[in-house]
């Protein structure tokens, strides 16, 4: 139940434990564990509810009529990808959609981290969302990598971006690596440059051996605006480009149409993320995607199968199956 090793336990901690495996592997009431504890029954309340807070029990509720599970098993049978579908009531605000989705997705994404491994995270709206939910959760030799770089001519995006990846750091005890780049840069040029700058390769060669990615998806359609379009990341001539060449949506700052193409998008060439080919080659992507606003982005990406699995609402997921 837990992954905490007993050495490394507050009181509060063991406490809270072995009340969580009273009351749920064995089935004593709270005042039958409150008597083995010695401890009133509002303090093993608090316990337990200590317990699910800092992810030593994890509650799942299924039941056969539990339409989310209909529309995961769809959208595996449609798309070929591992749903997880958050039920939302279709009247939810679009901000109250997205926190939701993205408190759900903190706590599934702790399944997929472990040590030894690395994860790539890209910025934005959805992944600032999801890090101020996460549950920790200790791991050994683990690194979160930046995919893309949040500098701008307005900002250098530091704080913006690295806020979201300490949270990451901090919730699995991992190491960080920032990639200090621009956004996009002004001249496909300067970009390759770059690249050939040993502290900028080491980061770009850390990408292309990802264990798993998380990633919200960039849309210029969204009903909570996507931050890259609204953050002073892209001028005129970038949105013109984009509607020329029929653009719905990015991820990591790395642009494609609602068909999954991404050839012949200029934007691409100067564009700090990792190319959609790159992204491919990572065994597990982890989209979380919430909004029908984003359903020809949501489109586009399972379209170019830059997702292996999708933590969605049942809005969009109803959605998605529709066509």
């Keep these: 139940m837990s992954p905490f090793k007993a050495a490394q336990l507050s009181p509060k901690t063991r406490d809270a434990l072995t009340a969580a495996q009273l009351y749920y592997l064995q089935d004593l009431t709270m005042d039958a ?19 699910r807070e800092t992810g030593l029990v994890e509650i799942q509720v299924r039941s056969p009529l539990d339409m989310p599970r209909q529309l995961e098993g769809d959208i595996r049978a449609t798309f070929g990808v591992t749903a997880h579908v958050v039920p939302v009531p279709d009247q939810t605000s679009d901000v109250e959609r997205l926190d939701r989705v993205a408190l759900s997705a903190a706590r599934i994404l702790g399944g997929f981290v472990d040590s030894n491994m690395s994860l790539g995270v ?37 704080l913006y971006a690295s806020e979201i990846l300490q949270r990451f ?59 890259v379009y609204i953050g002073g990341y892209l001028d005129d001539n970038d ?76 809005g969009t997921a109803r959605q998605i199956l529709a066509g």
């Design 33 to 51: 564990i409150a008597h083995e504890l010695h401890t009133s029954r509002s303090s093993v309340s608090r316990l337990l509810g200590h317990a």
């Design 122 to 158: 890209a910025w934005g709206s959805t992944m600032s969302a999801l890090s101020r939910h996460l549950l920790a959760k200790p791991t050994h030799n683990a690194t979160i990598v930046q995919l893309n770089g949040a500098a701008n001519p307005r900002t250098t995006g530091i």
């Design 169 to 227: 750091g901090s919730a699995y005890g991992a190491n960080v690596q920032q990639f200090p780049v621009p956004a996009v840069f002004d001249d496909p040029a300067t970009k390759a440059a770059l690249w050939r700058e040993r502290s900028i390769s080491r980061v770009v060669e850390m990408q292309k051996t990802l264990d798993a990615i998380v990633f919200g998806l960039g849309s210029p359609f969204a009903g909570v605006p996507s931050h």
């Design 239 to 314: 949105f013109a480009q984009l509607r020329a060449t029929g653009v719905v949506g990015d991820i990591a700052t790395v642009f494609y149409r609602e068909d999954g193409s991404s050839d012949g998008i200029p934007l691409n060439d100067r564009s700090s993320g990792p190319s959609l080919d790159v992204l491919r080659g990572i065994a597990r992507r982890v989209c979380v995607v919430s909004g029908e606003s984003k359903l020809q982005t949501l489109r586009g990406a399972l379209a170019a199968g830059l997702v292996t699995d999708l933590i969605v609402d049942s």
